[in-house]
């Protein structure tokens, strides 16, 4: 979080010239916070291992992430945290499901987040470590992502070419541009050096940020149960946005919780019982 800060107040400071590299910088790194005493419990009594993803994207090598899991049953739990975040953010929700038989719940930091070690990270990073852990340690029958990782679940899922008995997105991210130019304003970086930021992206990735919009990419079947939970007043994932996905995917079964927020929907009583009785009744 310190070097974030430092890379806000620059950015600040020099907005009327950003620097681009520090640009791309302040979008890419992820902060870290360190885990709470229950977190490191909770880790403490976890299967611990690692997987490789390759980075094709910053260091063109494999980085590994960091995985964990609870319990050995033959259901498989697939936890998929957002953007400056880690697997124990989920602590709440795993505790309940620890109460379901038969459940292996398994939960990974991805590169740049939580402890697994990577400068920088994104979206296509955290869909590779959904694909890397079903591909190389189980397959989910249930897949839960909140916030960037329900939007990396999906194009996991489509790369894969698989359906998974349930999916969950929770607050999921539907567009990744606009989410990037909220960042970049709340740095006071203005519009003709955002189209700097958002020109170089497309050259380094080589698709425009635009490209990754779920309204547009998303694939999935109809009969896919989807559950998707989201906060009407949600600032970082807006309604509009949503709701613009919603209309076009009627199929997808959504529930608005109140005065939850982006964050702290993910210990939310009354989503987490949802969640609980959704996976309950596959049992």
Known sequence: MKRLKQIANELKLTQANPDAALMREFIFYSPKM??????????????QFSLQVFDTYFTNNEVSINCFSWGNGKRKVLLTHGWASKALDFYELIIELLKIDDL????????????????FSN???????????????????????????GMANVIAL??????????ISI??????????????????????????????FAQEFPVPASHFNLTELY???PELDHFLAFDPADHISP?????????????INSKSFEDVGHY??????NVIEDIVQKISSLI
């Open 34 to 47: 360190p885990l709470r005493l229950h977190q490191e419990q909770l880790i403490a009594v976890s299967k």
């Open 104 to 119: 292996e719940i398994i939960a990974f930091d991805a590169p740049g987040n939580g402890s697994s070690i990577s400068e």
């Open 123 to 149: 979206l296509m990073l955290y869909a590779d470590s959904v694909k890397s852990i079903s591909l190389n340690y189980a397959q989910p029958d249930v897949l839960i992502g909140h916030s960037l990782g």
């Open 158 to 167: 489509q790369e894969l070419g698989i359906t998974p008995d349930l999916l």
């Open 171 to 200: 607050a999921p991210l539907i567009r990744l541009k606009e989410n990037f130019e909220q960042s970049l304003d709340s740095v006071n970086i203005g519009a003709k050096h955002q189209e700097i930021f958002f020109y170089n």
């Open 219 to 221: 694939q999935l079947s």
């Open 239 to 251: 309604y509009l946005f949503l709701k613009e996905f919603l209309d076009k995917y009627p199929a």
């Open 264 to 269: 702290k929907i993910l210990r939310s009583i």
